[in-house]
């Protein structure tokens, strides 16, 4: 199993990010699939996630009406479009799935916000 996510970086104030998510090694396409982050200092959170078929989604209030999750099950892969970032945005983001009980995280991929 491998989730390897991509896409972050520093971005000014009121700017877009696209992290992608590329995953591979389980049945990616039966499985729900979230984004968490985790700030210096602070828990880590979940952000949004999206049901196997892209049909339920949910995401936490701080990103509401600001970031866009979505996933494409023929290239396998996650995606977490964010606009309008605030500097409280900040943080490692981490593509996440469970299976029978056992949690799987990628690696991680830095977002700053910051002017």
């Known amino acids: 199993v491998q989730l390897v996510e991509s896409g972050g970086g520093l971005v000014q104030p009121g700017g877009s990010l696209r992290l992608s998510c590329a995953a591979s090694?389980?049945?990616?396409?039966?499985?729900?699939m979230s984004w968490y982050r985790q700030a210096p200092g602070k828990e880590r959170e979940l952000v949004a996630s999206?049901?196997?078929?892209?049909?339920?989604?949910d995401y936490a209030d701080s990103v509401k009406g600001r970031f866009a999750i979505s996933r494409d099950n023929a290239k396998n892969a996650v995606y977490l479009q964010m606009n309008s970032l605030k500097p409280e945005d900040t943080a490692v983001y981490y593509c996440?799935?469970?299976?029978?009980?056992?949690?799987?995280w990628g690696q991680g991929t830095q977002v700053t916000v910051s002017s």
């Open positions: 090694g389980f049945a990616f396409s039966v499985y729900v």
């Open positions: 999206i049901s196997s078929g892209g049909i339920s989604i």
């Open positions: 996440y799935f469970r299976r029978a009980g056992h949690d799987y």
